[in-house]
């Protein structure tokens, strides 16, 4: 049987161009999006413990999500019957250069909205952020991170051999030991640029979950995979 061939009509040939451009615009903003080399905060969700003397006591910081340690925050204590007394340390450790703001010989513990730059104070080695002495009858507490909610370590570390500044955000609590819960993360992709503590909104921030970068973490170089992807997907 002979098919009968019909010509588009001007209307629906406008119609179709008009879908294909749309079509091709959202493509090329999720392609935007994929590229946090684009973005010039990216920003990291996290719910991470840190407490004890085991595995959950040290947690390794991964500022740029490229499988290397920028930070080490670690929770140690120790306790000595004989007397009585015993230590319990809140603290992170720099990799190399890297370094925290500092405040009274102590990390400091930031509020939002605080800028993290050059302007600021960085430790000059590993610092306590809260320690803790308890004897028989007393306990006392030293450093800038007791029962805080919501408060950020200001951070500068190497990234591809330049210098960015980022912040962590952590809840603290002290009953009387010691327990730390790392909520968040995020970093200036743009190098020796000052970061606003806590931001995590905006036309110039990413958000990407640390198990969820594939590509992303890639960049450019990601994107012919991430096509394939979706083509693989689209012929389902």
Known sequence: MKRESKSVTSSLERRLNSYALAASAAGVGVLALAQPAEAKIV????????????????????????????????NSSYCCSGDGWGDDFLWEIGKGSNRAVS????????????????????????????????????????????????????????????????????????SPNITATLTGYAYETIPNKPIIAGETR???VITVQPASLGHLARGASGLPAWRRTNSVAASH
């Open 103 to 174: 405040s009274n010989r102590y990390v400091a513990a930031l509020p939002k909205g605080a800028q993290i730059g050059s302007s600021q104070a960085f430790c000059t080695r590993a610092k306590s952020a809260l320690e803790l002495d308890f004897g028989i009858s007393t306990i006392t507490y030293g450093g800038n991170w007791k029962n805080v909610k919501d408060h950020y370590l200001g951070l500068k570390f190497k990234y591809k051999g330049n210098t960015h500044y980022a912040w962590a955000r952590l809840n603290v609590s002290a």
């Open 43 to 74: 920003y990291t969700k996290a719910h991470v413990k840190i407490f004890g003397n085991g595995h959950n006591a040290i947690y390794h910081l991964d500022l740029a999500n490229d499988k290397q340690t920028d930070f080490v925050i670690q």
């Open 202 to 204: 905006g036309s110039d």
